[in-house]
């Protein structure tokens, strides 16, 4: 089983819908939650992360997680042609150093 | 403010063949990692440093060293390049603490042939 997992894309969605982005996690032991956002050809750039259960809101983005079921997820409000990417939930361990991304889901936003 | 920075951006080699990649930040970060990105697979974890004079394999450390030379450097290298280390290799530098994102360099594109 891999560390992070992430639904499988290409993941479409027409222009103005919900976007949702999921994410789950196998070590317990998992403090932090990040999602980053990367286009072609780019370094990956942070949207959000989240570390407590429940929801953040940021803009037209919320992390939700719930710890209990090892999962965290990615709603994007509005989704606009610009959101088109791919998207990569990264967990940091206990340790509070080590990093492990999950495998990410291409997001396309139709027109 | 550089940020974190990679060279080369492009390099082929050919298969037995040895190199080094550099990254430096300027970000007083305690930690720097180096991951790989294929096609599908998101980014790989090859080793990280939380601090200088440490370093731990990751997901995927087989055919790779790292040096961390000092607080802003972590060096990957290569000692016989194989086809299969083909990728895209991102470094990446963070704070400590569990609330700190990581930011990475614009990436090295190698080629094994």
């Known amino acids: 089983q891999k560390e992070v997992e992430q639904n499988s894309g290409p993941l479409s969605v027409p222009e103005g819908a919900i976007a949702s982005l999921n994410c789950t996690y196998s070590d317990r032991g998992s403090q932090s939650f990040f999602w980053y956002r990367q286009y072609s050809g780019k370094s990956p750039e942070l949207i959000m992360f989240i570390y407590s259960n429940g929801d953040k809101e940021d803009g037209r983005f919320t992390a939700q997680l719930n710890k209990a079921s090892q999962y965290v997820s990615l709603l994007i409000r509005d989704s606009q042609p610009s959101d088109s990417a791919t998207y990569l939930c990264a967990v940091i361990r206990t340790s509070y150093d080590k990093v492990i991304f999950g495998p990410g889901t291409s997001l396309s936003v139709i027109p | 403010n550089a940020g974190v920075t990679q060279t080369p951006k492009f390099q082929v080699l050919k298969t037995g063949q040895s190199m080094t990649l550099q990254c430096a930040q300027d970000?007083?970060?305690?930690?720097m990692y180096w991951y790989r990105q294929d096609p599908g697979m998101g980014l790989r974890l090859i080793y990280y440093?939380?601090?200088?004079?440490?370093?731990d394999k990751g997901e995927v450390p087989n055919g790779y060293n790292v040096s961390r030379l000092n607080k802003r450097e972590f060096s990957l290298r290569l000692e016989s390049a194989a086809p299969s280390q083909t990728s895209v290799y991102f470094c990446?530098?963070?704070?400590?603490?569990?609330?700190?994102?990581?930011?990475f360099g614009p990436g090295t594109r190698l080629t094994v042939t």
């Open positions: 440093s939380a601090s200088e004079g440490t370093t």
């Open positions: 990446a530098s963070r704070a400590a603490g569990r609330t700190y994102e990581q930011y």
């Open positions: 970000m007083n970060h305690n930690s």
